[in-house]
């Protein structure tokens, strides 16, 4: 937005000096003669004295507009010139400022991709955690039904100590002949 009202200042500096310069140019000429060979008088074009005093009294009046204009346009001018003179450090301190601002956009673009997919993984990992507990569940309902039909049917059997023992023993006795 600073660079377009400088290019503005610009541009009006440009057109008030040469409106400047050729209102200089227009009263430094001498002014036509009254009479000349290739205009035809006043009271040939149909023009009256009192028109003619009125045309003059007017173009009178629109040069004294003019030099007005003029000196308003010279202090803007001026004016202009001392703007430009105190923002053009400023100007390249603004490209600076847009250049970080891109580089920034860039990173904020990036890490918003990068965003999006630690996102989708997080997802996935979710949805294989899921899975995972699934099947822990699974496994424990079975080991859980598997260790009750065990208990069941290890308390169904009837167990007799004296047939056992006899067993052991002899277990006993052949590892310490062995031994």
């Known amino acids: 937005m600073l660079?377009?009202?400088?290019?503005?200042f610009i541009v009006l500096g440009g057109?008030?000096?040469?409106?400047?310069?050729?209102m200089k140019a227009l009263r430094e000429q001498p002014p036509l003669p009254q009479s000349t060979?290739?205009?035809?008088?006043?009271?040939?074009?149909?023009?009256?004295?009192?028109?003619?005093?009125?045309?003059?009294?007017?173009w009178h009046a629109s040069a004294q507009k003019s030099l007005r204009l003029e000196q308003a346009l010279e202090t803007r001018n001026i004016r202009i010139a001392a703007l430009e003179k105190e923002?053009?450090?400023?100007?390249?301190?603004?490209?600076e400022i847009e250049k970080i601002r891109d580089i920034l956009q860039g990173q904020i673009a990036e890490l918003r991709e990068h965003n999006k997919k630690l996102k989708a993984d997080m997802a996935?990992?979710?949805?294989?955690?899921?899975?995972l507990q699934t099947k822990i569940f699974a496994a424990q309902t079975t080991v859980a039904l598997q260790d009750t039909s065990l208990r069941t049917a290890v308390s169904s059997l009837e167990i007799h100590p004296e047939a056992f023992a006899?067993?052991?023993?002899?277990a006993i006795n052949s590892d310490e002949k062995t031994g």
Request: proline share 3%; net charge negative; glycine share 14%.
């Open 15 to 22: 057109v008030g000096w040469f409106g400047v310069s050729l």
């Open 87 to 95: 923002l053009g450090p400023k100007a390249g301190r603004i490209d």
């Open 166 to 170: 006899g067993a052991y023993a002899g």
């Open 124 to 131: 996935l990992a979710l949805e294989e955690n899921l899975d």
């Open 3 to 8: 660079i377009f009202f400088l290019f503005i």
């Open 37 to 58: 060979g290739c205009l035809l008088p006043a009271a040939a074009m149909g023009i009256t004295a009192s028109e003619l005093v009125d045309l003059r009294a007017a």
